[in-house]
């Protein structure tokens, strides 16, 4: 079965520093990777996804994350934080059973210090 | 597109009573998920349907939560009686799932209802 795992229920960063959000996998088949944004009181958004093709995947608001297969990881970055990527983060595997529902991590907050 | 349609946006109601929840996804989309949202137990999926068919209702968490998608447009999830403890922030979603499994790939999210149970 699949599961999904995200360090950190928090994550504090200054604003024009590294945005790391961590997040590793288990899945018995290739797996569909996915982050997602909420703003506040707002629905979840796609940030990227990955999908067995290039490893670096870059998405939207200059977010990227890295597949390691040796690492079960889908790690999450930004070069520079911004104030505006104060949002909750989640990660999540697209599953392989019962029509391959979508897994979602436990999320974490992430807050930006000017 | 108007993505994803939730309503009510806010639904306030007193213990006891029937809360109807309701959705309308995306044009094309032929799979539909409800979720919940609580501090406590974090993004929960509740039941999600495939060409109209419920696939997983493993979520749900009693008999007194029910859902139906009569049709490719709409869906309900329906609360009766609703309980305190029912408070949380619903979302529904929609993807367009493959394949007669009705394989997943990105959700798009409505804006959610938050309901309060008194």
Same mark, same amino acid.
């Given at each position: 079965a699949q599961s999904v795992t995200q360090l950190g229920s928090h994550v504090s960063v200054s604003e024009g520093a590294l945005v790391l959000l961590r997040c590793n996998y288990s899945s018995s088949v290739p797996p569909y990777l996915f982050w997602y944004v909420q703003y506040p009181n707002q629905g979840l958004q796609l940030l990227l996804k990955y999908?067995?093709?290039?490893t670096l995947v870059k998405g939207i608001n200059g977010f990227e994350a890295e597949f390691k297969k040796s690492e079960t990881s889908f790690h999450l970055t930004k070069p520079s934080a911004h104030m505006s990527d104060a949002a909750e983060y989640f990660c999540a595997v697209r599953g392989?059973?019962?029509?391959f529902k979508t897994i979602f991590g436990a999320g974490t907050r992430l807050f930006v210090k000017a | 597109d108007a993505g994803v349609i939730q309503s009510p946006r806010h639904e306030v109601t007193e213990m006891g009573q029937e809360v109807t929840l309701r959705c309308k996804p995306i044009s094309g989309h032929n799979s539909l998920f409800w979720y919940r949202q609580t501090m406590m137990r974090g993004l929960e999926l509740l039941i999600y349907f495939n060409n109209n068919v419920p696939?997983?209702?493993?979520?749900? /968490?009693? =008999?007194r939560f029910s859902a139906k998608m009569?049709?490719?447009s709409f869906s309900t999830l329906k609360i009766q009686?609703?309980? /305190?403890? =029912?408070?949380a922030v619903y979302f529904c979603a929609s993807s367009l799932g493959r394949g007669v499994a009705g394989i997943q790939e990105t959700q798009y999210f409505g804006p959610g209802t938050r309901l309060l149970v008194l």
């Amino acid at each position: 079965a699949q599961s999904v795992t995200q360090l950190g229920s928090h994550v504090s960063v200054s604003e024009g520093a590294l945005v790391l959000l961590r997040c590793n996998y288990s899945s018995s088949v290739p797996p569909y990777l996915f982050w997602y944004v909420q703003y506040p009181n707002q629905g979840l958004q796609l940030l990227l996804k990955y999908t067995s093709a290039a490893t670096l995947v870059k998405g939207i608001n200059g977010f990227e994350a890295e597949f390691k297969k040796s690492e079960t990881s889908f790690h999450l970055t930004k070069p520079s934080a911004h104030m505006s990527d104060a949002a909750e983060y989640f990660c999540a595997v697209r599953g392989n059973t019962g029509g391959f529902k979508t897994i979602f991590g436990a999320g974490t907050r992430l807050f930006v210090k000017a | 597109d108007a993505g994803v349609i939730q309503s009510p946006r806010h639904e306030v109601t007193e213990m006891g009573q029937e809360v109807t929840l309701r959705c309308k996804p995306i044009s094309g989309h032929n799979s539909l998920f409800w979720y919940r949202q609580t501090m406590m137990r974090g993004l929960e999926l509740l039941i999600y349907f495939n060409n109209n068919v419920p696939i997983d209702d493993s979520g749900m /968490p009693e =008999d007194r939560f029910s859902a139906k998608m009569p049709n490719a447009s709409f869906s309900t999830l329906k609360i009766q009686p609703s309980e /305190p403890r =029912d408070s949380a922030v619903y979302f529904c979603a929609s993807s367009l799932g493959r394949g007669v499994a009705g394989i997943q790939e990105t959700q798009y999210f409505g804006p959610g209802t938050r309901l309060l149970v008194l």
